[in-house]
């Protein structure tokens, strides 16, 4: 279990981590294709494999959490499909008292997510999740992605957190190898981003479900 005597601060992921991926996978695994197809008339099926083939083109790039890339790749207004499917939008039910809890312990709470500022801030809308962090950071400020050992560089120069008493917590395995790899000494791993899909496997991390198991 985490030693919460030996963490100061704690970076936090938003999709899957703080807020629901439900929402994310619906609109980029359905929404968007069915989009796709239509305004290119062709199948369904069509226009899921060009999608996919496309998200692998440019996955862990900073191009695949870009609004305005994908606005400019598929000429589809990515922003005002976002808000028609906004209601899905919604916090993990064990995140306001991990939260809160944290803060009563006086943990520094900074928000470190790959999304898109314009999709950040849509979240807020609907989440007020910011009232409970110290500060946000979009690696969109920075052009690169946290799966790069250059964005950690920057934001531990801006930040100024000490690497040994960091938490960082994701969903994405790939992004919790590159903090480890940068030498962050904390790192947890939420094995139920998605509410309505089943829980991953997650051998090389600590792993939680439920935050209030660990608090």
């Not at 938003?14 to 929402?23: I, S």
């Not at 496309?54 to 994908?70: E, K, P, T």
Request: charged letters at 25%.
């Amino acid at each position: 279990m985490l030693n919460w005597s030996k963490i100061d601060t704690v970076l936090l992921d938003m999709d899957g981590t703080l807020l629901d991926l439900h929402y994310d996978s619906h609109f980029w695994l359905n929404v968007i294709p069915a989009q796709h197809a239509l305004a290119r008339g062709i199948s369904l099926d069509a226009a899921k494999a060009d999608i996919l083939k496309r998200y692998q083109a440019v996955s862990g790039q900073i191009q695949w959490y870009c609004l305005d890339y994908w606005e400019e790749q598929l000429n589809l207004p990515i922003m005002e499909l976002k808000r028609e499917s906004q209601h899905l939008i919604k916090m993990r039910e064990d995140v306001p008292h991990f939260l809160t809890e944290l803060k009563k312990a006086g943990k520094e709470l900074i928000l470190l997510t790959n999304a898109h500022p314009e999709s950040v801030m849509l979240k807020f809308e609907h989440t007020a999740i910011d009232n409970y962090l110290d500060g946000v950071v979009s690696t969109h400020e920075y052009g690169v992605s946290k799966e790069q050992q250059s964005l950690w560089h920057q934001v531990q120069k801006d930040l100024g957190f000490n690497k040994q008493r960091t938490l960082f917590v994701d969903d994405s395995v790939p992004v919790l190898n590159a903090a480890r790899e940068y030498g962050i000494e904390h790192l947890l791993a939420v094995a139920n981003p998605d509410s309505q899909q089943p829980h991953n496997e997650i051998a090389d991390y600590l792993s939680v479900t439920d935050y209030r198991k660990i608090i």
